[in-house]
């Protein structure tokens, strides 16, 4: 259940490569349940960030997998859409256990 919301400026441009494979080989984690949701925003206030994400992470990885997770998809936004990494900002949000439901049922883990 890595998803990753990522807000992006209208006029960025992505690459052809496969966003969700670069993120499991730069995170060295399978695609298997991996999610990118892409959102094109129009407008942004305050500090700018070009390339902003929401990461949502069950309470269940370790912490080294989730810094892999997180580093991975930084260095896959970046090579994906031609950025500095500088340029790619990420918070991560941990779920805990219960509190995702999927196909109406509760998911434990």
């Known amino acids: 259940m890595p998803i990753a919301h990522c807000f992006i400026p209208q006029n960025l441009t992505p690459g052809d490569d496969d966003i969700v494979q670069l993120w499991a080989k730069e995170s060295g984690q399978?695609?298997?349940?991996?999610?990118i949701n892409v959102i094109h925003r129009s407008q942004q206030l305050g500090h700018p960030y070009p390339v902003?994400?929401?990461l949502l992470l069950p309470s269940l990885w370790s912490s080294d997998a989730i810094s892999s997770l997180q580093r991975g998809l930084a260095k896959a936004l970046s090579q994906h859409?031609?950025?500095s990494i500088d340029d790619i900002h990420i918070v991560t949000q941990i779920v805990a256990s219960g509190m995702v439901v999927e196909s109406g049922q509760?998911?434990?883990w």
């Open 81 to 83: 859409y031609g950025l």
């Open 30 to 35: 399978s695609s298997a349940h991996m999610t």
């Open 106 to 108: 509760e998911q434990h």
């Open 52 to 54: 902003m994400v929401t």
